[in-house]
């Protein structure tokens, strides 16, 4: 199994500004995930983030709001940009498994904007 | 949009199998089953999958019907430990995202 950190574990922000989320993985992957859960919620996809090429953005989830980078095979990076207290989320990557189908994912950044 | 039914909660006593139902009657041939769990304030944890043969791993097993519009994940002797929102989800194996429904919050009371 993939064994995936995050950083920051947690953040409190101010309105308006931004906060970028480092995913690490300790296995080279081809497809990274961000998923945003909101408090009580379940998990809903943002985008899905393959190596050489732009992520591809869910419905209701835009680039302008959420970059997102991935500059090789065992990193990725998710911004909040232009944060509001309806950001307020914990926010998780994960990863697909090597020859297998299931997903791995991430310990979760709890973001609280106020 | 996710593809599955789930009960909202269910309580299990401990020692106890919990049985979580999963209906999933749009299931197209080439869509396996999912079960993940999260346990509160981690990341979602996979368990088992399956296409159409009931499958059993070290954690649990999965029933799935013979018309795979329903399946059922057995935890056969529940621990406190096993408190947690269990998701199941269906996929095909040409998708790479997993959609998460509501869930079934499970409570495994002493």
């Known amino acids: 199994s993939a064994v995936i950190s995050q950083k920051p574990s947690r953040d409190i922000c101010q309105r308006g500004t931004s906060l970028t989320i480092q995913c690490q993985v300790d296995?080279?992957?081809?497809?990274m995930f961000w998923y945003r859960q909101q408090p009580g919620q379940s998990l809903t996809l943002i985008a899905t983030?393959?190596?050489?090429?732009?992520?591809?953005?869910e419905s209701g989830f835009v680039i302008d709001k959420f970059p997102i980078s991935r500059p090789n095979l065992t990193f990725s990076t998710l911004t909040v940009s232009n944060m509001s207290p309806e950001d307020s989320s914990i926010y998780l990557c994960?990863?697909?498994?090597?020859?297998?189908?299931?997903?791995?994912f991430g310990p979760g950044t709890r973001l609280t904007v106020t | 949009d996710a593809k599955t039914t789930q009960p909202t909660s269910m309580d299990c006593a401990e020692g106890r199998a919990a049985n979580l139902p999963c209906n999933h009657s749009?299931?197209?041939?080439?869509?396996?089953v999912y079960w993940y769990r999260q346990i509160h304030s981690q990341g979602p944890q996979y368990i088992i999958h399956?296409?159409?043969n009931n499958e059993t791993n070290e954690m649990a097993s999965l029933i799935i019907t013979e018309d795979r519009k329903s399946s059922t994940l057995i935890l056969p002797h529940a621990t406190l430990r096993d408190t947690a929102v269990y998701y199941c989800?269906?996929?095909?194996?040409?998708?790479?995202?997993?959609?998460f429904g509501a869930g079934t919050r499970l409570t495994v009371k002493p």
């Open positions: 994960s990863v697909e498994g090597q020859g297998v189908y299931e997903q791995y």
């Open positions: 989800i269906v996929r095909g194996d040409n998708n790479n995202d997993m959609r």
């Open positions: 296995s080279q992957v081809t497809m």
């Open positions: 983030a393959n190596q050489g090429s732009e992520a591809t953005y």
């Open positions: 749009t299931i197209s041939g080439n869509e396996y």
């Open positions: 399956g296409l159409k």
